[in-house]
C-alpha cells in the first residue's frame, strides 16, 4: 500500500466509522458506508484506532454515545480531513478517468464528513439538493411511476387478476404475489436454483461480450442466509478475503435477505440477478480480479455506499435481469410474469427516489409518506413502513442513497440503449478502469471515438 492508497483507506474508512460501520463484519447489520475491504492489506488507523471501535460499538454519530463521537472527531477528525484532501492531490495528479472517479470519490465522502457533523450538531445543515448531485450527479427529482404502474395493471388484467381502480390494483398485486409467494424456508434452494439459471443466461449474452480473463472468474460464490427483524430488505455481503491454495481469491459472499419478505418468485428472480449475478456479486468479483491483476487502483477494493461508483453499481444490478436475457426492454422478457416482478422492483427503487424527495425537499410527514409509496408506487406496506421511515428519515441514507437507484438504473439503461453489448458490458464491469455514474459515459465514448472495443 503506498501513501496514496493508504489516504483513500484512511478517508473511507473514517467516514465509514463515523456513521457505525464495520467493514469486517461478516453482516449487513454490522456493516455500513464500505462495502468491501479484500486487498490483504492492513487496515489503517481510522479503523484501529481505540476510539473507533467505541463509536462502532456505539453505532456512530447517529448512536447515544456522544462521548465516543467526540473522542473520534477529537483523536481521527484532523486524520480524516487530510485523507479526504490527499485523495483530491492524487485526483489531480493521475487525471483522466481514475483522477475524475477519485475526484467523485472525494465530492461523496466530503458530502457524507458534512452530514456527519450536522447530524451531531456541530456543523452547518446540508442541503438536500448537494447531498443528492454529490451521489447522483444531477439535482433530485421526484419519480414518474405512471407508465410503469399502467403496464403493471395491464399485464395483471392479462394475467386474469381483477383490476378496477388503486385499491383495486393493490389487491390484484397482493393476490398475485400470494399466489406466486416464497416461503423463506425455501430460500436457498430456490435461491440455488435460479443463480444457475442466470449464470445460464449469462454463458450466452454477458460472457461473450467480455475479456477472456474475466471469463473464469466466479459469478456467484454466494450463501443466502435469511436473517428476521432487519431493517434491510436483504443485503449483499462482499467477502472476498479467503483464497484457494494458490493464493488466488475464492469472491465469495453472502447475502441476507429479511425473514419477514413478502416476495413472489418473478420477483425474487429480479433480486438474485439484482444482488448476485450478474448484478452485485458478479460485478465485485470482477474489480477484485481486475485488481489483483492490476487493471484497477487500490479503491477498487474499498467500493463505497452513498457515492457515484454505487450508483452505477445499483443501475447494473436493477439492469442485470435485462443483460441476462440479452435484451434492453422490460416488455422484451419472456414472460409476462416476470415482466410484472422487474417492474414491481423498479417501482419499488422509484418508489426509494421519491421518499427521499417528499421527507427532505418537501417535508412530508411520515404516514403520508408511506401511503404515496403504497398507492403510487405499489410496494408492500412493509416496504412503504422501512422506507418512508428507518432508510427514508435516515440522515445520510435518505439524502444520499435512495435516489441512486432510480438514478443509476436509468443511466445504464440509456447506455445499453445507446451502445454495442461489446462496447457498453466490459466498460461497466470495470474492465477499462474503474467507472462512476459519470466516468462512464466519458469511457464510453473513448472507446467508440478509439473504434476499439474492451473485449
Known amino acids: 500500500m503506498n501513501q496514496s492508497d493508504l489516504s483513500i483507506a484512511n478517508a473511507i474508512l473514517g467516514i465509514d466509522t463515523l456513521w457505525g460501520g464495520d467493514v469486517l463484519c461478516p453482516s449487513g447489520t454490522g456493516r455500513f458506508i464500505a462495502d468491501s475491504w479484500f486487498s490483504d492489506e492492513p487496515l489503517p488507523v481510522t479503523y484501529t484506532h481505540p476510539t473507533a471501535a467505541r463509536l462502532r460499538a456505539a ?20 486524520e480524516i480531513i487530510r485523507s479526504m484532501d490527499a485523495v483530491n492531490m492524487e485526483a489531480r495528479r493521475v487525471g483522466g478517468l481514475r ?14 464528513w458534512e452530514l456527519a457533523t450536522e447530524t451531531t450538531g456541530k456543523g452547518n445543515r446540508v442541503p438536500y439538493e448537494r447531498s443528492v448531485k ?30 378496477s381502480g388503486t385499491t383495486g390494483l393493490l389487491d390484484a398485486i397482493d393476490q ?43 459469478r456467484a460464490n454466494i450463501e443466502f442466509l435469511p436473517i428476521k427483524e432487519a431493517w434491510f430488505s436483504g443485503s449483499m455481503n462482499y467477502v472476498g478475503r479467503a483464497r484457494n491454495s494458490d493464493g ?31 448484478g452485485h456479486v458478479t460485478t465485485f468479483a470482477y474489480l477484485q480480479n481486475l485488481y489483483v491483476r492490476g487493471v484497477v487502483g487500490f479503491e477498487a477494493t474499498i467500493l463505497t455506499m452513498n457515492t457515484r461508483a454505487a450508483t452505477l453499481f445499483e443501475g447494473i444490478a436493477n439492469n442485470a435481469i435485462l443483460i441476462a436475457h440479452g435484451v434492453t426492454e422490460v416488455d422484451q422478457l419472456p414472460d409476462e410474469d416476470l415482466q410484472i416482478g422487474v417492474l414491481l422492483a423498479l417501482l419499488q427503487d422509484d418508489a426509494k427516489n421519491q421518499s427521499s424527495y417528499l421527507i427532505w425537499h418537501e417535508n412530508m410527514p411520515k404516514e403520508k409518506v408511506a401511503s ?20 427514508g428519515q435516515h440522515p445520510l441514507l435518505g439524502r444520499m442513497y435512495l435516489p441512486a437507484y432510480r438514478s443509476g438504473t436509468e443511466k445504464v439503461a440509456a447506455l445499453r440503449r445507446q451502445y454495442l453489448p461489446d462496447q457498453a458490458l466490459p466498460l461497466l464491469y470495470g ?21 476499439q472495443t474492451v473485449a
Not at 453505532?59 to 484532523?78: L, P
Not at 413478502?262 to 450478474?278: A, G, N, W, Y
Not at 404515496?372 to 432508510?391: F, H, M, N, P
Request: charged residues 25%; contains cysteine.
Open 99 to 112: 483522477g475524475a472517479f477519485l475526484e467523485n470519490l472525494n465530492i461523496c465522502l466530503t458530502t457524507m
Open 372 to 391: 404515496i409509496l403504497r398507492q403510487d408506487y405499489l410496494v408492500t406496506e412493509e416496504r412503504a413502513d422501512k422506507l418512508s421511515g428507518a432508510w
Open 176 to 218: 398475485w404475489r400470494h399466489d406466486r409467494f416464497i416461503p423463506m424456508a425455501s430460500v436457498r434452494t430456490l435461491g440455488a436454483a435460479v443463480i444457475a439459471r442466470m449464470n445460464e443466461l449469462c454463458e450466452k449474452n454477458l460472457v461473450p461480450h467480455l475479456p477472456g480473463e474475466l471469463v473464469r472468474v466466479p
Open 431 to 451: 474492465a477499462g478502469g474503474l467507472v462512476d455514474c459519470d466516468t462512464i459515459e466519458v469511457a464510453c465514448r473513448q472507446a467508440v471515438h478509439a473504434g
Open 134 to 163: 454529490a451521489s447522483t450527479g444531477h439535482p433530485p427529482e421526484p419519480s414518474q411511476p405512471e407508465r410503469k404502474r399502467e403496464r403493471v395493471k395491464e399485464l395483471l388484467s392479462r394475467a386474469g387478476c381483477h383490476v
Open 59 to 78: 453505532g456512530g454519530v447517529t448512536g447515544k454515545d456522544k462521548t465516543a463521537v467526540s473522542d473520534y472527531f477529537r483523536e481521527m477528525g484532523t
Open 248 to 278: 488466488t481469491p475464492k469472491y465469495e459472499a453472502t447475502y441476507e435477505i429479511n425473514a419477514s419478505l413478502h416476495i413472489s418468485v418473478p420477483e425474487f428472480e429480479h433480486l438474485v440477478s439484482h444482488e448476485v449475478v450478474p
